[in-house]
């Protein structure tokens, strides 16, 4: 129980951040990673679902307010990095899931 709230309230952190978007996706990206070492990758959907769940609302409402959404070509490229370590992975995910 604490493991989630500790991923919870980082979750809090990334959502309510005023730092760049990409260092508070690396730092809940990098404790979910810290898990993908051991193959847990059972705890890394339920933690990824659990910070989404928590910053999605978060992140829409500063998204609502501004009411403009737009991505410099630096983001775009940051963005990549993103996309590339979920790939990552997912690529294993599969091997491991036994349902």
Do not use: Q
Not at 47 to 57: D, G, L
């Amino acid at each position: 129980m604490s493991a989630a709230s500790l991923v919870g309230l980082l979750a809090l952190w990334a959502a309510r951040s005023p730092r760049h978007w990409f260092l508070r996706i690396a730092a809940v990206g990098g404790v979910l990673c810290l898990l993908a070492v051991v193959p847990a990758f059972e705890l890394i959907l339920i933690f990824a679902a659990e910070a989404s769940a928590v910053a999605a609302p978060f992140a829409a409402r500063r998204l609502w307010r501004k009411g403009r959404f737009h991505f410099r070509l630096a983001d775009l490229l940051l963005a990549t990095v993103v996309v590339a370590t979920g790939v990552l992975l997912a690529k294993d995910m599969p091997n491991y899931l036994h349902f």
